[in-house]
């Protein structure tokens, strides 16, 4: 609370001992009593978290089928995925600042409407252009609705016990969203059909839309200045030019001109970006944001970590579908114990443990956990079974998301200016989608440089047929899992220098709007 002198004006508050930084805002106000109607908020916030984290993997499953159905070719077929992933990764930070601008409540109902209006045109589909025009525009209206969410949770929950609870529910969703994806997909295509890995989007967003206006409250310090402009193109060019680089360096080679083009693109449109934010009167992503070091090192920590942890579900599901002849529902039910754990290690332990314990302790326990995971998994072969094999494995990685991305989310949306939320909240979405992104693309690489070399190591007999491809196959998925186990290794140890040694405190300057 702020101290007044005889001549009645209020002295800044000292800085905050919770996180040992000076808080990165301005004076507080008094806190603002607690919202009676804030669990009913965090039900609506969740369920559009949920709409976002599936659709990163929902339709993986459905491709198949939809390309059979709408006569897509097996070169066309990746723009299912790449629409979404270049409109969402290329659009987040200019979406965070909006909310921002305009209000995180107004933009969370736009982004919402518009996710599931984009839904119901890609599920009715009667060609391929119409399928991906969905996916990009699904992709724009999550980069608004993304960020307005989670700065809506973030203004929501101000009392430390509180906070962590609700901030365990939504990095549970952040993490097990992926796997739950994978299931729900696998039985919807199976049981239905690939259309209703879209449809299924509509009656969830209708009930979030359904209660918005009842139960989210926009606590908002809206800046009265203007949209940075020549910021937002950059930003975006540059995200849309590495996400797309990234995306094509699977199919065509690191050192091809449609990859290397778009990335060194990316490059300069970012620095050049970066000059300009310290030059610009109302920035797009102010400087303080990312120079405060206990933030930077929680992105940092969640770049590596998502870097690492994409690789679980990328190679197990070729492992248990081609492998060991899971069929798509047996595969999405496999999932279950990784999802289970990520639930387990958020709202169980990391939500309970954080009001007293060091975010950087919870951090890197949480990485070291998911790296002997994936250790495991490197030791898989043709003959493995899934229990005894493959379960630990999934457990200890899923225990170790949790622990590690519920402390990530909290730390790296605390002591932010309520009027920038927005745009952090955004900061965080926009390093977990590149992290994805570049994780796949490195992950991939190695294990298909791993399975060449083993095949001309080993060249296969005629009579073995399959049974020799397969070796080499989980020979370069057993070298991937150990290459992202040491990326994990490596968040561990970035999380542990950087993360703070003292419970993160939320920023105490929201007034009601």
């Known amino acids: 609370m702020s101290r007044k002198p005889p001549g009645g004006e209020s002295l800044p508050s000292a800085p905050s001992t919770a996180t040992g930084r000076p808080p990165d805002h301005e004076a507080p106000a008094e806190t603002p009593a607690p919202d009676p109607k804030r669990w009913w908020a965090l039900a609506v916030i969740a369920l559009a978290q949920l709409l976002v984290i599936l659709d990163g993997t929902i339709v993986n499953i ?39 601008l305009v209000g995180r409540k107004r933009t969370f109902v736009i982004g919402l409407a518009g996710f599931a209006a984009a839904s119901a045109l890609g599920g009715a589909a009667a060609g391929p252009g119409t399928l991906y025009a969905a996916r990009a525009l699904q992709g724009a209206f999550a980069a608004v609705l993304a960020p307005s969410a989670l700065s809506l949770l973030s203004t929501t929950f101000t009392d430390p016990k509180e906070r962590a609870r609700a901030f365990g529910v939504y990095g549970a969703l952040a993490g097990g969203g992926s796997a739950v994806g994978l299931i729900v997909g696998g039985l919807l295509t199976e049981y239905l059909s690939w259309r209703w890995s879209l449809y299924v989007n509509v009656p969830i967003a209708l009930v979030a839309l359904l209660g918005a206006p009842a139960f989210l409250r926009d606590r908002s310090d809206r800046r009265s200045g203007r949209l940075d402009v020549p910021g937002a193109l950059l930003a975006c060019g540059g995200l849309v030019a590495l996400v797309y680089g990234l995306s094509e360096a699977e199919s065509r080679g690191w050192t091809s001109p449609p990859v290397l083009t778009p990335l060194t693109v990316g490059v300069i449109l970012f620095a050049v970006f970066v000059w300009w934010q310290s ?52 595969t999405g039910l496999a999932f279950v114990p990784i999802s289970a754990g990520i639930v387990i290690g958020a709202t169980q332990i990391a939500a309970r443990l954080l009001p007293r314990t060091a975010p950087r302790t919870l951090m890197s326990s949480g990485m070291v956990l998911a790296a002997i995971g994936m250790a495991l998994l490197g030791g898989l072969t043709v003959r493995a079974q899934y229990v005894p094999h493959v379960l630990p494995a999934l457990l200890l990685v899923g225990l170790g998301m949790g622990l590690t991305f519920m402390p990530i989310y909290a730390t790296a949306t605390a002591g932010v200016r309520t009027r920038d939320i927005g745009v952090a909240s955004a900061l965080v979405n926009t390093v977990q989608q590149l992290g994805a992104s570049l994780g796949t693309v490195l992950l991939n690489t190695v294990a298909t440089g791993a399975t060449s070399r083993f095949l001309h190591a080993h060249p296969p007999a005629a009579a073995r047929g399959d049974a020799a491809l397969h070796d080499a196959v989980v020979h370069g998925f057993s070298v991937a899992y150990r290459c992202a186990a040491g990326v994990l290794l490596l968040a561990a140890l970035v999380a542990g220098l950087t993360a703070g040694r003292r419970t993160p405190k939320h920023s105490r300057n929201d007034t009601p709007a």
Do not use: C, E, N
Request: hydrophobic share 50%; aromatic share 10%; net charge positive.
């Open 62 to 100: 459905a491709l198949p089928s939809a390309q059979r159905t709408l006569g897509m070719s097996d070169a066309d077929r990746q723009w299912v995925i790449t629409a979404y992933t270049l409109a969402f990764g290329g659009l987040l930070l200019l979406g965070g600042r909006i909310a921002d």
């Open 279 to 330: 030059h610009a009167a109302s920035p797009l992503l102010p400087p303080r944001i990312v120079k405060d070091r206990i933030r930077a090192g929680s992105l940092a920590t969640m770049a590596l970590a998502t870097t690492g942890m994409f690789g679980v579900f990328l190679f197990l599901t070729y492992y248990l579908q081609d492998v060991l002849g899971y069929p798509p529902v047996r």
